[in-house]
């Protein structure tokens, strides 16, 4: 598994698992009549946390296992690949592009939500959320594509 890949899933495992956390507790704060600026804004600002700790983390931890698997593996040290060619460039264009487009189609309903006359935390709840998506779509069609070999 080249450098990209590795990264590719640990940013779609991290981000999958804090999508999951983000709409547990968001459904929670609806059912719970607790949907109000303040405990959206706290739930908005643990997820961002939770997102850069977890990213950073996972993307850490994930090369540095995966360097020990392979010396204890070869009995050498093993060597970090970051060269890019074009395939690796067409594969990410790939995905950024379906990424930006998830992205364009929940800010429109977003905003909608909002043009109708719904509250301002329903807009930038449905923001990060599609932002969340987004990226995971993303990723996933990175993953994809750097699976089938193209």
């Known amino acids: ?7 590719i899933t640990g940013t779609l495992i991290s981000f999958s698992f804090i999508l999951l956390y983000y709409l547990i507790r968001l459904i929670a704060l609806i059912q719970n009549d607790a949907f109000t600026r303040s405990n959206v804004v706290h739930l908005w600002v643990i ?3 939770a997102t850069i700790v977890v990213t950073v983390t996972t993307m850490i931890l994930t090369h540095v296992f995966s360097a020990v698997a392979v010396a204890v593996k070869t009995q050498q040290e093993p060597e970090i690949d970051e060269t890019e060619d074009e395939r690796d460039n067409f594969i990410d264009l790939k995905g950024t592009a379906l990424t930006h487009q998830v992205n364009s189609i929940g800010a429109l309903l977003a905003m909608l939500t909002y043009a109708f006359g719904k509250p301002a935390v329903l807009m930038f709840s ?7 998506v987004a990226q995971i779509a993303g990723d996933a069609v990175r993953l994809y594509h750097y699976r089938r070999g193209n």
Do not use: P, T
Not at 1 to 7: H, L
Not at 126 to 132: K, S, Y
């Open 126 to 132: 449905l923001l990060i959320l599609f932002g969340m």
């Open 47 to 49: 997820v961002i946390i």
């Open 1 to 7: 598994m080249s450098f990209s890949q590795k990264n």
